[in-house]
């Protein structure tokens, strides 16, 4: 088993293993991720991506959750397109393939990453919340005092309740701070905790609110930062030019031994 080389990313406070695997060097061997994953005993991430050549895109992301399960990640997608930026994949505009589709993004002289995402006409309404497909299921929850929230038992129970038991779900705590300004917390499935930022969740919570007719651009904070989630309402209730748009940052670099992960 090889020693490899990965980077850590974060986008606000959502962590990720990046690995460059142009010569497909990481092994066809799923029960690797959660280990590299592992906070104590691997190198420690909300998830794992491998980014790749496509044939029609500049690059190809390949997301994987602690647990190996896939979905689109909007805070990864804008960590990927950092590091294809540093591998020479890219200048300061991209389209990549990611697990719903083809994404475009730019990166403007802060670099700060924009972030297409996919169209968004998936929208139901429950009792007690609304589900938002983001590229990855998201259940959006008003909240009051979301400070207060145990994110992490509330979100646990909902997750693994009936309803999502078998396909999972995100649950998203919204609190709406102004007119166009929420605070998010997200209980992350395939973490199965509460993570500091997710990137597909703060975009399904600005959709949300959207249709409680909240007006684009819509800034919100989280536990690891602050996001902007831009939109174009359409009188049938879908959404399109979605975008999310924050910052991502190298935090370092290292070898890991895969034999002994
Ligand atoms: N952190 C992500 C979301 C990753 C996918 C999610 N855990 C799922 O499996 O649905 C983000 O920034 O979007």
Redesign the pocket.
């Known amino acids: 088993m090889p020693t490899i080389i990965f980077e850590k990313y974060q986008a606000t406070g959502?962590d990720f293993i990046l690995i460059d695997n142009r010569q497909k060097i990481f092994p066809n061997q799923l029960d690797l991720i959660p280990r590299l994953c592992d906070r104590k005993f691997g190198i420690g991430s909300?998830?794992l991506i491998l980014i790749q050549e496509h044939p029609e895109c500049d690059f190809e992301m390949v997301?994987y959750?602690p647990d190996t399960?896939q979905?689109?990640?909007?805070?990864?997608s804008r960590c990927a397109v950092k590091f294809a930026r540093e591998l020479g994949m890219i200048r300061d505009t991209c389209r990549f393939m990611a697990y719903d589709g083809i994404h475009e993004a730019s990166i403007d002289e802060a670099g700060i990453v924009k972030l297409r995402m996919q169209n968004v006409q998936n929208v139901r309404s429950l009792e007690d919340g609304m589900l938002v497909d983001t590229g990855?299921?998201h259940l959006i929850r008003y909240v009051q005092d979301i400070e207060a929230v145990d994110v992490a038992g509330r979100g646990r129970e909902i997750r693994y309740s009936d309803p999502f038991k078998k396909g999972?779900v995100?649950i998203n705590f919204v609190e709406v701070q102004g007119d166009q300004s929420i605070f998010v917390r997200t209980y992350?499935?395939?973490?199965e905790n509460e993570?500091l930022?997710?990137?597909?969740?703060v975009t399904a919570a600005a959709i949300a609110c959207g249709l409680r007719s909240m007006a684009s651009p819509v800034q919100i904070k989280t536990k690891g930062g602050k996001l902007e989630v831009a939109f174009n309402e359409n009188t049938d209730q879908t959404f399109t030019d979605v975008y999310l748009i924050g910052p991502a940052q190298h935090v370092f670099s290292g070898k890991v031994d895969l034999a002994t992960v």
């Open positions: 959502n909300d998830g997301f959750n399960s979905s689109l990640c909007g805070n990864g990855s299921p999972g995100n992350e499935r395939g973490v993570t930022s997710c990137g597909t969740g």
